[in-house]
């Protein structure tokens, strides 16, 4: 008899595999290596990954993760980096410099192959890096479901995208950073699963429905047969969402919302503009921030901006600076542990501690947009109150006046500190855009830290609370011209939420490109009038779930 286990339902799809626990396995955990042992240990496990895969029939791959094994001990790399070293640079950073190098060289040359070949130099340059700072690999080595308490973004994406096939988190929320993630990589996930870790490793295969947010335990044959049958009605759904994918983000009625794209990271840029994307409402920078050992410098991030740029031709592109801090520490910034991370030091409030944190990126945002002649928008998290929003439009005055030849950004806030929204009349006159950012709203709002899975219930972002206080932001855009407001938040991604948004006069939704579909076809189905009066009385009603009903069950 197979057993089932509920949690919530994260990212969605349907899938069957063995279970993979991953245990936390921080930077440093292992010796830190110079270059050259690195660089072997590195070839060492490429090798091991490659007669797996031999061994498994897979000659194909193999012989790529050879060629790579040959890369990592390449002496011309070494040469490059030792150069870099040589000049200063910190070792871990020479070589992934030198990497980028070569791939980049790749990359010009305008051919498949060869540009897939520059790929291959930067994974492994990243291999040797991390070795080099004391990290530790996660690897999958057969179709996983990973099981964690929770799962860092950094290790997401360094599992094999073709092993890993669903993520099931005994810790987390819809909005923690491990469920946005696995929805951008279209993985299927179901999150706050109490007594996952220990139930998980008793069992050879596990069932996971990211719809219904239910994990089953070794599944008998009934419950294979039932999954199979999930599985084809979210196949099924997914590919009726997907025709609405490239048509316009409007009502029934023609009313238009910009239909905007979140991303992690620059690579993401260009898919999102491919599914539809007007524009890049929200551009979570934190991911160059990450996996290093020491911070940045601002022709590094330069380069990794105007490669969003690049891809958006000319269209809006939103860089929020660094959010860090919260569930997203960064080692190097040595931020002291805290009791409550998220009402501690994140975001803009550690730019105290580290003064040049913030001027050095937006600097690096002003170079891109000056190379690539194209205005961007810098948007500025946590913002509480003016004093905050006095704090980013000095910061981004200063770094303008050193970057001078770049055209000026237009500068907005995000909306998700509770705070914010009683001040929004006193913000919006002095800033283009508010972006409500849902996911942290709900839970300042509410008092439910989104990564606490025993308040799941508590982070429904369609409460009443939180539909008021979205509301009060329209109005005070509304009276402040110029200034627009978006939603970021995971809200605007949600049918049901999307729905509710454009009915309180939201004119942007940015959320993962593969929700594009879903929202158009809810959106479309209904006229404004009738969004409208589903979003005034949506704000009369007392829970999130009568909201969801509500706004689901309307003629
Ligand atoms: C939010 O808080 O709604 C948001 C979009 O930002 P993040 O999820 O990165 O905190
Ligand atoms: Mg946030």
Request: glycine fraction near 8%.
């Amino acid at each position: 008899m197979s057993r089932e286990l509920r949690g919530t339902p994260a990212a969605p799809g349907v899938v069957v595999a063995a279970p993979w626990i991953y245990r936390v396995s921080p930077p440093g955990d292992a010796v830190a290596l110079p270059l050259a042992d690195a660089s072997d240990a590195a070839a060492d496990e490429i090798g091991a990954l490659a007669a797996r895969l031999r061994d498994g029939g897979r000659e194909s791959e193999a012989e790529i993760l050879d060629a790579q094994a040959m890369m990592a001990i390449d002496p011309s790399l070494h040469s490059a980096a030792n150069d870099l070293i040589a000049g200063g640079a910190d070792p871990d950073r020479a070589i992934l410099e030198a990497g980028e190098a070569v791939a980049a060289s790749f990359e010009a040359m305008g051919d498949e192959i060869l540009a897939a070949r520059g790929a291959d130099v930067r994974d492994v340059t990243t291999r040797i890096a991390r070795i080099m700072i004391g990290g530790v690999a996660p690897r999958l080595d057969r179709r996983s479901v990973v099981v964690a308490v929770d799962l860092p973004p950094s290790v997401t994406v360094e599992l094999d995208r073709a092993l890993l096939v669903g993520i099931a988190l005994e810790g987390g929320s819809r909005t923690s950073h491990a469920a946005i993630l696995s929805r951008s990589l279209g993985i299927p996930a179901v999150v706050g699963v109490d007594g996952l870790c220990a139930a998980a490793a008793t069992v050879s295969e596990l069932g996971l429905d990211g719809e219904a947010g239910t994990v089953y335990l070794e599944p008998d044959a009934g419950t294979s047969l039932h999954l199979d049958r999930a599985a084809r009605t979210s196949a099924s759904r997914a590919e009726l969402d997907a025709e609405f994918a490239a048509s316009p983000l409007a009502t029934a009625d023609g009313h238009r919302v910009t239909c905007a794209a979140n991303i992690g990271e620059p690579a993401e840029a260009e898919a999102a503009f491919a599914s539809g994307a007007e524009a890049i409402g929200l551009f979570r920078t934190e991911f160059a921030f990450a996996g290093r050992a020491t911070a940045p410098d601002e022709a590094l991030q330069a380069a990794a901006y105007a490669k969003v740029l690049r891809a958006s031709g000319g269209a809006e592109v939103v860089f929020r600076l660094a959010d860090i801090g919260g569930d997203k520490p960064i080692g190097y910034l040595r931020i002291d542990p805290e009791a409550n991370p998220f009402l501690g030091v994140r975001a803009i409030r550690l730019a105290e501690r580290h003064p040049d944190l913030l001027p050095t990126q937006i600097r690096a945002i002003l170079r891109a947009s000056a190379d690539a002649g194209q205005r961007t928008s810098i948007m500025a998290p946590m913002v509480a109150d003016e004093a905050d929003l006095e704090l980013v439009l000095r910061l981004v005055a200063d770094a303008s006046a050193i970057v001078a030849d770049a055209p000026v950004p237009r500068v907005g806030i995000m909306v998700e500190v509770p705070s914010a929204v009683l001040l929004a009349d006193r913000l919006a006159p002095r800033v283009e855009f508010m972006s409500i950012g849902t996911n942290d709203l709900t839970q300042y709002l509410l008092a439910a830290d989104r990564s606490n899975a025993a308040l799941a219930a508590r982070q429904d972002p369609l409460h009443p609370a939180v539909l008021r206080a979205i509301a009060r932001v329209v109005d005070a855009a509304r009276a402040a011209p110029g200034c627009e407001v978006a939603v970021c938040g995971e809200m605007a991604g949600d049918p049901v939420g999307a729905q509710l948004l454009v009915g309180l006069g939201v004119s942007e939704l940015s959320m993962e490109p593969r929700a594009f579909g879903a929202v158009k076809r809810a959106v479309g189905a209904r006229a404004l009038p009738d969004l409208i009066a589903l979003a005034t009385a949506a704000q009369q009603l007392s829970a999130a779930a009568e909201v969801r009903r509500t706004v689901e069950s309307a003629s």
